[in-house]
């Protein structure tokens, strides 16, 4: 009994590595760029975040098909390089079958968030070649905030322009009360000395020393 | 004194002080051509030796006429129209022709002021709209045209100008456009809503801020990476450049353009002085003041450009790098900026074949600081890519977009001076309408015709207009004004005038440069710019989304009806310089007496009762 579970479990894993290779049909090539993404916070790569790479595949397929247990022995790794990249396939819970590249790229896709912070890295510097990283939506706000800097402006512009132009009227107004009066008091006076016509700048005696 | 307010003459407007006048001038003078078109010239004509022919226009053109518009503005005291009518009438039409190009130039170049506005808006952002491509319609991706050319391109081209791909294709206007063309006239407005007064005041901010931003950008421009790579190129002076006959008329023309004369706004503002100014040191003034300027405002514009090349040049080999980095799968990081060269030789003697078949790109920095620009790509394109790379980007934007806000509304004040002072003259309005209102009307009916310039082909628009309104007209305008007041006017009545009014009669350059040496210079410049536009048929630079290659302008050639309005623009500012004469020699053949210039009695000066000038002790220069 035991020989023959060794004999499954060497024949899977044998039959697995054979699965997995550069360009295989089911599988995809994964790259990391952590000194790109994270320089001097860059954790080095070994067995332990292989290991933790594998079981968030895990985690994301179970999440795809749910009822089936997938662990990290299904999700097996080939390939690795100094790059960091290598290739991997997924298979079934019982070590069957391969899982079809869709499904793993749907579960790749739907799980991607919680891969990529599970490293610290970003779509581009965790890169599963050939599943194209979701764009970020932009942020777009109610209101396009260049309407708001634009009725500010304005805002204080027209309020601007309403009070010097009120200013200038009010200051009209008295000046005409005022002139009123003064006629009123001047008015013997001045009776030829008003239409004298052009003032003849002439023969002001102002001293026109420039200042400087 | 409230005798001479019931006599019913308006005082003439005076500056408050000396210096408001001198800032008024000086930021008429300083304009976006200094920060936008000086720094191209200076790169594409051999860095350092473009100063040479520059400096020669300056002094034996440019300072010459300076000086004879802010002389004869202030000796007669009235705006151009009324200046060239007092000097003889049959000149009478120099000053309507100024007065038109001032109103053509205005409406355009308020349209460049909106489009700073619309970006100084968008600065407010984060992300700065112009660094992201938007996603398309499914949110599958980028748009197309954004993908293809570049975010700057995309955002300046489709977002802000929804630019179509010919002049003969108008589109519709622009509502956004719209309403920023009615914050820059409402702001044009509102500073000249006291006239003098409230410009006066008005411009010890716009004349001044340019320079404190400028002083700002040259301190962060000098420590960006890549600032020295620019500043070399910039000034590298190629001396065989000079042999090029092209150079001396660029440099001929944009001391010109650059000094705003002709437009009438340096007459009418000077037109306001004291009667006794030494007006010669304030033309050496703002001319010196304005080639300072174009040279200070080249150092930051070239360190960012410089910097913007570099950036450039990094993110090519950047990409070198990780394409290299994948294919041979070597550790991440391992090959840098600094051990590219060695690394990339190294593979490449090992693995050639391999690495003959990789799409590697060509990174040459070079090109990339080849890449000039001026006008609006320097502004809207160059710069702000630029911007996006530097830290803090929104504050730089936000500086740059002010700066360049003022430096232009600086200009239009002595556009809209060169528009209203004669209408103010002529006395076109009766008395009881107020200055506010006439101001108000001119920017309404301003506003009114901009909004041609916010329909989709409306950049195509200005730069008609740039390029032909704001070019020939102006040349012959001068020189009509230089050769009315050195022979029709006199040299020795000019001579008299300066004594009067400085206390000094000009020295023989002065006069050398009025009588010979500037119009030889101004008609040589026109003749020459003449023949050398007409040698090709004009072709305009535009912007096709849907064509192959892009990204890029493909070079179109003006239709027809475009070239005609073309000569229309050239034409129909000048045309009233012998319109005119020819209505008052034939009004003056049939004997009529009343277009003597002495009959309209000029409030200001009673040429009967001439006042003997004052001894130069007097004078304090």
């Not at chain 1, 905030?145 to 304005?154: E, T």
């Amino acid at each position: 009994m035991l020989e023959k579970v060794f004999l499954l479990i060497c024949l899977s894993s044998a039959l697995a590595e054979q699965l997995c290779k550069p360009d295989a049909a089911e599988g995809y090539k994964v790259r990391l760029s952590i000194k790109t993404a994270l320089d001097d916070q860059a954790y080095m790569w070994d067995d332990n975040e292989m290991f933790l790479f594998r079981s968030t595949v895990a985690y994301a397929m179970r999440r795809q098909l749910p009822g089936q247990q997938f662990s990290v022995p299904n999700i097996v790794v080939c390939n690795e390089t100094a790059r960091v990249s290598f290739w991997f396939v997924v298979m079934s819970p019982d070590m069957g079958s391969l899982i079809p590249k869709q499904q793993v790229e749907k579960a790749v896709r739907m799980s991607r968030g919680r891969i990529n912070s599970a490293f610290m890295l970003t779509d581009h510097t965790l890169e599963f070649i050939g599943i194209a990283p979701t764009l970020a939506s932009p942020y777009t706000p109610d209101t396009p905030p260049w309407l708001i800097v634009f009725g500010v402006v304005m805002g204080v512009v027209v309020a601007g322009i309403i009070f010097l132009v009120g200013s200038s009227v009010v200051q009209k107004k008295r000046k005409k009360k005022q002139k009123s009066t003064d006629n009123n008091a001047e008015v013997n006076e001045e009776h030829s000395a008003v239409n004298e016509g052009v003032y003849n700048m002439s023969f002001t005696d102002e001293e026109r020393i420039t200042r400087i | 004194m409230a005798k001479t307010k019931d006599s019913g003459v308006e005082e003439r407007p005076q500056w408050d002080n000396k210096i408001q006048y001198l800032l008024t001038c000086i930021g008429f003078a300083v304009g976006l051509g200094n920060v936008w078109r000086f720094p191209y010239l200076c790169q594409i004509y051999g860095g350092g030796a473009f100063l040479i022919p520059y400096l020669i226009a300056l002094v034996f053109e440019g300072l010459p006429l300076l000086y004879l518009e802010l002389a004869i503005g202030q000796r007669l005291r009235k705006g151009s129209i009324g200046v060239w009518n007092s000097i003889s009438p049959l000149l009478g039409g120099v000053g309507i022709a100024s007065m038109v190009v001032s109103f053509l130039v205005s409406n355009f170049y308020n349209t460049i002021m909106a489009w700073v506005l619309w970006y100084f808006f968008h600065s407010f952002q984060n992300p700065l709209p112009w660094s992201v491509c938007p996603l398309n319609e499914e949110h599958t991706g980028y748009v197309t045209e954004c993908e293809k050319t570049s975010p700057v391109n995309y955002f300046w081209y489709r977002q802000t100008l929804n630019i179509t791909p010919d002049i003969e294709t108008s589109g519709s206007v622009q509502w956004w456009l719209v309403i920023c063309l009615a914050s820059a006239w409402s702001i044009v407005f509102i500073c000249f809503i006291k006239g003098i007064k409230s410009m006066g005041k008005a411009v010890y901010v716009t004349a001044t801020f340019p320079y404190l931003v400028l002083t700002i950008f040259l301190i962060r421009g000098l420590t960006l990476p890549g600032a020295t790579d620019g500043l070399t190129y910039l000034f590298t002076p190629d001396w065989e450049i000079l042999k090029n006959p092209r150079v001396w008329l660029d440099a001929a023309t944009q001391i010109f353009f650059s000094l705003s004369v002709a437009f009438g706004g340096l007459i009418a503002f000077s037109s306001y002085n004291e009667e006794r100014n030494n007006c010669e040191r304030d033309a050496l003034v703002v001319g010196i003041i304005n080639s300072a300027t174009s040279l200070y405002a080249s150092i930051p514009v070239f360190s960012i450009l410089g910097f913007k090349a570099r950036t450039a040049y990094n993110n090519c080999l950047q990409d070198n790098i990780l394409t290299l980095t994948n294919h041979f799968e070597l550790p991440d990081q391992n090959m840098t900026l600094e051990n590219y060269d060695d690394q990339f030789r190294y593979l490449q003697n090992k693995y050639p074949d391999e690495i003959a078949k990789l799409p590697l790109l060509d990174c040459n920095l070079q090109t990339y600081l080849d890449e000039s620009a001026s006008g609006t790509g320097l502004a809207f394109i160059a710069f702000t890519e630029a911007v996006i790379e530097m830290p803090g980007s929104q504050v730089w934007a936000v500086l740059f977009f002010i700066m360049l806000f003022s430096l232009g509304l600086s200009s239009m004040f002595g556009n809209i001076e060169g528009v209203l002072t004669p209408i103010y003259d002529l006395k076109l309005v009766p008395k009881w309408i107020p200055n506010q209102v006439v101001t108000g009307l001119v920017c309404l009916v301003s506003f009114a015709m901009s909004l041609i310039f916010s329909l989709e082909s409306g950049n195509y628009w200005v730069e008609v207009f740039n390029n032909y309104v704001g070019s020939v007209p102006l040349l012959v305008i001068a020189f009509f004004e230089i050769v009315g007041v050195a022979y029709v006017h006199g040299m020795k009545n000019f001579s008299e005038d300066i004594y009067f009014m400085t206390g000094s009669k000009p020295s023989i350059f002065w006069k050398m440069c009025w009588m010979v040496i500037s119009p030889l210079l101004l008609l040589g410049v026109f003749v020459a710019y003449v023949i050398v536009q007409a040698q090709t048929y004009p072709t305009y630079p535009a912007w096709n989304a849907t064509k192959e290659p892009f990204p890029g302008n493909e070079t179109l050639f003006y239709p027809n009806w475009v070239f005609a309005i073309i000569i229309l623009l050239c034409v129909v500012p000048v045309v009233p310089i012998p319109l005119v004469a020819l209505c008052r020699l034939i009004s003056r053949a049939m004997g009529k007496t009343s277009t003597s210039a002495r009959s309209d009695p000029n409030p200001y000066t009673n040429d009967a009762f001439e006042i003997e000038p004052q001894e130069p002790k007097h004078r304090e220069a």
